[in-house]
């Protein structure tokens, strides 16, 4: 008669062990890491089996060329476009799965199974098996300024820096990167009404260069991102008078042209005021000057007072064009909670006047539906993009504008045509981050279908940005560098999507390192190749004096590729130039925006003790030696460097990471000697043609 089930309560035994524990037949607690791992200091790679029942042996990669009967999802580049073909076997109705072919056993599910649930799955058919999920980055509460808890979501950088800093702290311990005082606070600058107060009757004189200055700025950082603002408006903006006030009214204003009438707006002479007040204020944000700072919080300041005058009763254009501005200062000043409330405002009054309606177009005459639509165009990528970058969701949820956006005239200029490539491919994000990162249907087919989305994009963009024939014919003009700084934000934005739906299967091949030999599955390649790109973009126009300091979305796009560069550089074994000078690329462009923008230089100093971390694992590395059996016991490097008459011995101007870099320069790729498998025990990216493949080439920038 057989023995009776003891209760869990009774058990005496773990009912799961580690991969140690398990392999030297030893008692294992059942935590990670167990007992029996911190007394031999394996605390690092403790993990729990979490093998179904009866299969707790290796199974062989099933992903051989040979094996029968497996489905194969893969998607090839053919005739420069990219289809997924899957190979007929089996039932129709069992999902496509792309399988990673890896040299030992895969890493367990980083949410792992209950026994229970391990025991389910052994009664499951081997055919019907789910493969393993792909998890995005978790979502997070972090503090305010004021104290108060604010959500950020799994697809904001703030959340993929957690991820990083887990797997750094993994391989060398608490570092500076991985352990400080700011972990659970978001940072958010100082409210401008705490900094300083000003009269309502306060005048601000600009002269005529400085309003320039201020306008070809203000065109420069919005160039491809909003457009609201007609001919008529951009006529006034270039005759204001040299004393910008609140009192003084705009000679346009009385004998406001045929244009400006026939807009729905009829709205006093204030609040046209006041968006004229917020482009000088943008455009000053550029300016590290104390002058413009000034002046910045001064036209701020009087705008946002008469943007609440009327304690928003009666929503109109002006409206959805001044909250929108505003939503971009603050962008600029490092409010992103701020900002997403003013988008939200300006969403609002944008769908109470129908400006996502088809029907409210039929209403005006077409000279004027193409204004109208440049500015709900404009609301719609502000609030997903941004939405898309804190992890949250969009205020434009809901709407379409595919048909709207059909029905825009082709003669329009080139602004509007890099907005509406701008809107798709934000469109795009947005699907990306409500799919992977809230729906949590994260699988490498899903990954594939969205790239494939991106791709379709790319390929029915209205006007391509490889060629540099329209910059050559407009010159060394004001009007190049505005249609530069449109192909910039563009492909950006596309590096960005790519490394947005692709960085899940990246995060699952840094957990998964439990092997000696793994390789780099095609799609997180591509998240590496779309984070180098994006990085080395940037990095070209600060070069060439493209950038402004005050680029708002760059510098978030920036460092969210920075970060996918930075854990490459720390778990290669052998370094890559070209992600190595990318990543010092994604570091330079933040420092230019530091020197304005606190919010950058919070994201340098984040890259910069990444960068100090991945110079001490190689650091370690390479005094590990190639041999277990000795180790080096004395050295004069540290004699040297102490010594006072050796004027060649440590140099505190010299960073750490310059001295590593300068390793690389040498050629060295291999900089441990003797290590065999490298950091985290990770190979060489090695490729198949039939893989993913995605012509990142197609899309320069000039």
């Not at 999802?73 to 076997?89: D, L, P, Q």
């Not at 393993?132 to 004021?146: G, V, W």
Request: charged share 20%.
């Amino acid at each position: 008669m057989p023995r009776p089930k003891v209760p869990e309560s009774q058990r005496q035994r773990a009912a799961e062990a580690c991969k140690f524990c398990r392999e030297a037949k030893k008692k294992c607690s059942g935590t990670a890491p167990c007992t029996q791992c911190v007394r031999r200091g394996l605390e690092p790679d403790c993990r729990m089996t979490y093998l179904p029942r009866g299969s707790r042996t290796i199974r062989p990669s099933i992903t051989r060329a040979s094996t029968a009967g497996g489905r194969r999802s893969r998607a090839s580049f053919e005739h420069g476009s990219i289809t997924v073909s899957t190979a007929a076997s089996g039932s129709s109705k069992t999902r496509p799965r792309r399988h990673i072919e890896i040299d030992k056993e895969p890493s367990p599910n980083p949410f792992p199974m209950s026994p229970s649930v391990s025991q389910q799955e052994s009664e499951e058919p081997e055919g019907t098996q789910p493969e393993s999920s792909l998890l995005a980055n978790p979502s997070r509460l972090l503090r305010s300024a004021h104290g108060e808890q604010v959500f950020v979501g799994g697809a904001a950088a703030i959340s993929f820096l957690q991820t990083v800093r887990q797997v750094v702290v993994r391989q060398i311990g608490p570092s500076p990167f991985s352990h400080n005082d700011g972990m659970e606070t978001m940072l958010e600058a100082a409210s401008p009404e705490a900094r300083r107060s000003i009269s309502s009757d306060e005048v601000v004189d600009l002269g005529d260069q400085q309003r320039l200055d201020y306008l070809k700025c203000y065109y420069t950082i919005t160039e491809g991102l909003i457009n609201i603002l007609d001919s008529g408006d951009q006529r006034e903006l270039m005759c204001l008078t040299d004393s910008i006030s609140i009192g003084v009214t705009s000679p346009f204003d009385e004998n406001a042209s045929a244009d400006k009438a026939a807009w729905p707006s009829k709205q006093s002479s204030h609040l046209s005021d006041a968006i004229r007040d917020m482009v000088m204020a943008i455009g000053a944000q550029c300016s590290s000057a104390l002058e413009a700072q000034d002046h910045s919080f001064t036209f701020f300041r009087k705008a946002q007072r008469q943007a609440f005058s009327g304690l928003l009763e009666d929503p109109d254009l002006d409206m959805v064009r001044l909250f929108l501005l505003m939503a971009f200062y603050m962008l600029g000043n490092c409010r992103r909670n701020t900002a997403y409330m003013y988008i939200s405002i300006a969403v609002r009054a944008a769908l109470a006047l129908g400006l996502h309606s088809q029907t409210m177009y039929m209403c005006e005459p077409k000279s004027h539906q193409c204004g109208l639509l440049k500015v709900w165009i404009s609301v719609r990528i502000l609030d997903k993009l941004v939405s898309s970058l804190l992890g949250r969701p969009a205020a434009t949820a809901g709407t379409d504008a595919r048909p709207l956006i059909r029905d825009l005239a082709p003669d329009c200029d080139y602004g509007s045509k890099y907005l509406v490539a701008t809107c798709e491919i934000v469109e795009v994000i947005n699907d990306i981050n409500n799919i992977l990162y809230h729906g949590k249907d994260v699988t490498v087919p899903v990954v594939e279908q969205l790239l494939v989305n991106i791709d379709s994009w790319k390929r029915n963009l209205l006007m391509p940005l490889e060629g540099p024939e329209e910059l050559e014919a407009l010159g060394d003009s004001i009007e190049a560098n505005r249609m530069a700084v449109a192909k910039i934000h563009v492909s950006c934005l596309y590096y960005f999507a790519v490394t947005l739906a692709t960085r899940p299967i990246f995060i699952s091949s840094l957990n998964s390192q439990a092997g000696n030999k793994i390789h780099h599955p095609p799609l997180a390649a591509a998240c590496i190749e779309a984070a180098v790109y994006l990085a080395q973009t940037c990095a070209d126009a600060l070069k060439a004096g493209l950038l402004e300091r005050s680029m708002c979305i760059l510098k978030a796009l920036v460092f969210s590729a920075g970060l996918i560069l930075g854990v490459e550089c720390f778990a290669k074994v052998s370094i890559d130039l070209e992600t190595d000078r990318a990543f010092q690329g994604a570091m330079d462009v933040l420092k230019f925006l530091a020197g304005q923008s606190p919010q950058a230089a919070h994201y340098l100093e984040i890259l910069m003790s990444l960068a100090t971390a991945i110079t001490e694992r190689r650091s370690k590395l390479n005094n590990a030696g190639g041999s277990r059996y000795v180790s080096r016991l004395f050295s004069l490097e540290s004699l040297s460097s102490v010594s006072a008459g050796n004027p060649e011995g440590y140099t505190e101007e010299e960073p750490s990471w310059a001295s590593t870099r300068a390793v690389t320069e040498q050629g060295s790729f291999d900089v441990w000697p003797g290590a065999d498998g490298g950091l985290l025990n990770w190979s060489e990216l090695q490729f198949d043609d039939s893989d993913l493949h995605i012509d990142w080439q197609s899309l320069s920038v000039f």
